[in-house]
């Protein structure tokens, strides 16, 4: 029998995916001895799966004209001199290569645009093996299956809000008497002296489970997670998942609620469409964010253990070489700043290893996609649809007047560290928690997480967003302008 804690597991939806449409689970890939390739996480494999239906073992062939340039040694120059079987081999290897290009051609209208030709002219060609190609999913294309019917559900509710009891209790009851599923909530919620008091939920409140943040580990348990409230909520969510992130329904029933597409008026409607497997999939990327402190020069009595802000764990703490490392995935944006100071920040900026620039200014934002409309917007920079694979770099007002915010590409490393003529510390926060102070012999490195944040759209992705761009932000909101009466000639000469 199978535990009742045991997590469903989810995947994508595609038609470049057989075995997801036949609700069978796809198996990773080993690691290869003696290669150095590491087995790709489950998140990278929702990302890098080919978009045009191409396999994996079409991707690993080459060309004929790559053939030949690789084993020049053995292959002859002169098509006339290959033997019948290697000539038959080549002209089946070129024709795949043409079908290849055909498909590429005939996906034109995908988001990300076509899949690139990678021949140019009549000889050049690009080595085709896994490591130089770069493959990602066609975003329309994803949506939630489950390989099990969904069982854990985890409900996060914005807390000191009373607003939100009534919807709560109601969604809670839901799950639980109607559904049959479990329901995870914050322990705090549990114990809230209003929920308490209501007589009538005080049977469905012995059925939930609560967990402390912190202390219980969710992964591998929960199998869907519901939030109620504004964006604050999904951002608490993902930051809950340090590694694998289940699917996310998220409820507006906050201030702002960019990121939260749902009306809770429908909740039944969309739960259920949501449990039987009917929901459209947008991978929100993160940020994989290190920070590595040099504990002999940190102030005595900051050694770094568990606090409540989230500072380095003592299991990351090295003795030997007196370093302190903490590794945190967020989900909109990380802000190096210079805190209470009142001197300008001056921060190193490196890019694969490379310094690129110097920030002279109040800080840096390095964001994601999606947290291009949060605190990157407000400091100047573009918006960004979430499925663009970048990473933003925006100055938090630098004393130049031509730093302006850029994009790199997502698989850039960052590196952040404090100039060494710097004034001042700095201080460096993660989707505006677990603030702390960062000095000269620290570093921060930032690349783009394996584990995004698989959140489930309303409508699609690119409608759930221009929507959102409207309501929330009222982009491009003025009053229209007013057409010209109908004139005669007669009026023109008379101006």
Not at 96 to 117: E, I, M, W, Y
Not at 453 to 470: E, K, M, N, Q, T
Request: hydrophobic share 35%.
């Amino acid at each position: 029998m199978e535990e009742r804690g045991a997590a469903r597991s989810c995947v994508i939806d595609s038609p470049d995916n057989p075995a997801a449409l036949n609700g069978e689970e796809t198996p990773a890939a080993p690691n290869e001895p003696g290669t150095g390739h590491r087995k790709p996480c489950p998140g990278e494999e929702m990302w890098d799966r080919a978009r045009c239906g191409r396999s994996s073992k079409k991707r690993e062939e080459v060309s004929p004209r790559t053939a030949e340039k690789l084993d020049s040694s053995t292959v002859p120059k002169k098509r006339d001199q290959l033997s019948p079987k290697r000539q038959e081999q080549a002209e089946k290897c070129q024709r795949k290569s043409k079908t290849h290009r055909k498909v590429g051609q005939r996906h034109a209208h995908f988001l990300h645009g076509p899949s690139p030709d990678t021949h140019f002219g009549p000889k050049a060609s690009i080595l085709q093996n896994s490591t130089s190609i770069v493959q990602i999913q066609d975003p329309t294309s994803q949506r939630l299956i489950w390989a099990k019917p969904p069982t854990n559900v985890l409900v996060i509710k914005k807390v000191k809000d009373d607003a939100l009891l009534e919807p709560f209790k109601e969604l809670c009851t839901f799950l639980i008497e109607e559904k049959h599923l479990v329901v995870f909530v914050e322990k705090k919620v549990v114990d809230d002296t209003a929920l308490a008091k209501d007589t009538d939920f005080e049977r469905i409140r012995q059925q939930l489970s609560p967990f402390r943040e912190g202390y219980d580990e969710l992964s591998g348990y929960i199998d869907l997670i519901i939030c109620l409230g504004g964006d604050g909520t999904l951002l608490y969510a993902s930051s809950l998942f340090q590694t694998s992130v289940p699917p996310v329904m998220a409820f507006h029933l906050g201030s702002l609620g960019f990121l939260t597409p749902f009306k809770f008026e429908s909740y039944r409607t969309e739960v259920t469409k949501v449990i039987e497997g009917d929901a459209r999939i947008i991978l929100r990327s993160r940020l994989k964010v290190k920070v590595v402190k040099d504990l002999k020069t940190a102030e005595p009595e900051r050694n770094y253990q568990v606090e409540d802000n989230g500072l380095v764990p003592q299991s990351h703490i090295n003795n030997e070489t007196q370093k302190a490392f903490m590794q945190i995935h967020v989900l909109n944006e990380l802000v190096v700043d210079r805190g209470p100071s009142s001197y300008l920040s001056n921060v190193d900026l490196y890019l694969d290893g490379r310094l690129i620039t110097s920030v002279q200014g109040d800080g840096v934002i390095v964001s994601t996609p999606t947290g291009s409309t949060a605190y990157a917007a407000a400091a100047g920079a573009s918006m960004m649809h979430p499925n663009v694979p970048a990473i933003m770099i925006t100055p938090i007002c630098p004393h130049s007047l031509s730093f302006r915010p850029i994009v790199v590409p997502a698989g850039m490393e960052l590196k952040i560290m404090l100039s060494p003529d710097t004034r001042n510390m700095a201080w460096v926060s993660f989707d505006g928690r677990s603030r702390q102070e960062i000095r000269h012999t620290d570093s921060i490195t930032v690349t783009t997480s394996c584990y995004p944040v698989p959140s489930i759209c309303c409508h699609d992705l690119v409608y759930d967003w221009f929507d959102s761009l409207a309501e929330c932000l009222h982009w491009n909101v003025r009053k229209k302008q007013s057409r010209f009466e109908e004139i005669t000639d007669s009026s023109d000469t008379e101006c």
